[in-house]
């Protein structure tokens, strides 16, 4: 065996004594945890949406509203640090729901103020948030030039 | 009631299938993938027509999920469409246009009040 196998097993076999050491995420704790708060960040949009339906509202100002609540709602809690620390225990149960990609935006543009106001916190708001955006539209620009062309 | 228990039940369940693709592939799969996964699959099942009936059936169990967001996309988009192309640039972004001003308004006033934790 010459000196290059010999590294190559090494590093194998370092592989596999790390892959055993390394903590196995606690899959069954971590669905638990995800979907109730998950569940309990729509249940709580839900609330808000039929109160304002009651309120006079129809179902898509309503819809809109809500959307804008839980996206304040998300913003204001990773300012205040909370919000983080949900996402720690919940998982994607609070990244999934809409109040996660407004926590994904304050927390990508907070880490760089000191960078500035208009090329820091400005351009860093979309490092998560424009990728997101940018795949939404090039599908719904796609899904809407393909209904144009089979009614045409 | 019962809308209550179908968004807690739906928005659970969209959460845990982002929970189990996070925890059964590798870790390179971070929070801006998951958001982009879930946006770009609702917007895509949106298209489709296979979106909608979940939203019409579980709420806001459905629409608050990124997915939904998505579907929001298609759905203005497929609207925008029936007045032609630039229909279908714009119908998607109006649809949305609310949610969308309002995490890039309340995310620089956030990020602007607030310094990180930690």
Not at chain 1, 80 to 102: C, M, Q, R, S
Not at chain 1, 127 to 136: D, I, R, Y
Request: some cysteine.
């Amino acid at each position: 065996m010459n000196d290059d196998e010999l590294k190559q097993v090494e590093i194998a076999d370092y592989k596999n004594q790390i892959e055993k050491i390394k903590p196995q995420p606690k899959l069954l704790k971590n669905c638990i945890w995800a979907f109730t708060i998950g569940g309990f960040i729509c249940l709580l949009a839900q609330i808000i949406f039929n109160y304002l339906l009651t309120s006079g509202l129809d179902k898509i100002q309503a819809g809109n509203a809500v959307a804008v609540i839980m996206i304040f709602l998300g913003a204001l809690l990773t300012g205040l640090g909370v919000y983080d620390k949900i996402v720690e225990k919940a998982g994607a149960g609070a990244i999934v729901p809409i109040t996660g990609f407004a926590n994904a935006i304050v927390a990508s543009a907070m880490e760089f103020k000191r960078e500035g106001y208009v090329f820091g916190v400005g351009a860093k708001i979309f490092s998560v948030a424009g990728p997101t955006l940018l795949f939404g539209f090039v599908f719904s620009a796609l899904i809407g030039l393909i209904k144009v062309f089979v009614n045409a | 009631m019962i809308s209550l228990l179908t968004a807690f039940l739906i928005g659970g369940c969209l959460c845990l299938i982002g929970q189990l693709v996070m925890d059964k592939t590798n870790s390179s799969v971070s929070s801006g993938h998951i958001l982009v996964g879930f946006i770009s699959g609702g917007t895509i099942l949106g298209g489709a027509g296979l979106y909608q009936p979940l939203v019409d059936w579980a709420g806001e169990g459905a629409a608050i999920p990124l997915s939904g967001f998505g579907n929001a996309l298609a759905q203005g988009a497929l609207k925008g469409a029936e007045k032609g192309i630039i229909g279908a640039f714009s119908g998607g972004v109006e649809a949305t246009a609310a949610g969308i001003t309002a995490a890039i308004v309340f995310g620089y006033v956030m990020a602007v009040l607030f310094n990180p934790k930690g």
